[in-house]
């Protein structure tokens, strides 16, 4: 696959997300095992933890499709840097492989990087289990 496709179909739908109090636009282009795109924008809401982030927009529109299992996702903010996942994002994508290719551009570059390299020490069932947690 494209990366530089998956970045323009990010780019696309970056531009509908509703950003009414941050005013900063993230949009997510998840490339499925199957070949299929999914896009997610974030969407912000005035209680701060009712917002969604791009990246959870994007997996939870596959998932309801049916996917469980992912190449890559290309994540492009409206700032002039590369914007990284939060770490609930990160915790989020691992549940399905930490494997997962992260692409990243901030309009004159582009970066790449394993899941497993933004989030060392993901919390797993494995762990819970481990740990005397449910």
Request: some cysteine; charged content about 25%.
């Amino acid at each position: 696959m494209d990366y530089e496709y998956l970045i323009e179909k990010a780019k696309e739908v970056r531009e509908r997300a509703y950003v009414k109090y941050s005013n900063f636009k993230v949009g997510a282009a998840l490339l499925c095992k199957s070949g299929k795109i999914y896009t997610g924008c974030n969407v912000e809401n005035a209680s701060y933890g009712a917002t969604i982030c791009a990246e959870r927009v994007a997996f939870t529109k596959a998932i309801s499709e049916g996917e469980k299992e992912f190449e890559a996702i290309a994540i492009v903010s409206s700032g002039d840097k590369i914007a990284f996942p939060c770490g609930i994002c990160r915790q989020f994508m691992s549940e399905f492989g930490m494997d997962l290719t992260l692409i990243f551009s901030d309009g004159h570059t582009i970066k790449t990087f394993k899941l497993y390299e933004l989030l060392p020490h993901a919390f797993t069932e494995f762990e819970a289990e481990v740990k005397g947690g449910s």
